[in-house]
């Protein structure tokens, strides 16, 4: 049985830093990342990695945010600097193993979630 599992949000001012962190057992998928979703808009891609090491970013974060992963904890990240007002968002931890190269892909595994707010 997959389970991600998200820590880290909370709630920062506008340019401050935070970092997401997703526990994964259960997993060995090709591909991992991390979905947002704001109230009343669609879910977005923010950030994937995957088993090659390729990364790929949404247009709004990039040069902002870093995903990274340790593979001997089986866990992901998402460093995010610079935070701004519009990345205030439920960020969802995801796997799968198709959806790195096509973010219209629904990812098959997903975490409860963990709430970013940032104000200012």
């Known amino acids: 049985q997959v389970q991600l599992v998200e820590s880290g949000g909370g709630s920062v001012q506008a340019g401050g830093s935070l970092r997401l962190s997703c526990a994964a057992s259960?997993?060995?998928?090709?591909?991992m990342g991390w979905f947002r979703q704001a109230p009343g808009k669609e879910r977005e891609g923010v950030a994937t990695?995957?088993?090659?090491?390729?990364?790929k970013y949404a247009a709004s974060v990039k040069g902002r945010f870093t995903i990274s992963q340790d593979n001997a904890k089986n866990s992901l990240y998402l460093q995010m600097n610079s935070l701004k007002p519009e990345d205030s968002a439920m960020y969802y931890c995801?796997?799968?193993?198709?959806?790195?190269?096509?973010?219209?892909?629904?990812?098959?595994?997903w975490g409860q979630g963990t709430q970013v707010t940032v104000s200012g």
């Open positions: 995801v796997a799968g193993y198709n959806f790195c190269g096509d973010w219209r892909i629904r990812p098959s595994y």
């Open positions: 990695l995957d088993t090659a090491g390729s990364t």
């Open positions: 259960g997993y060995r998928g090709r591909c």
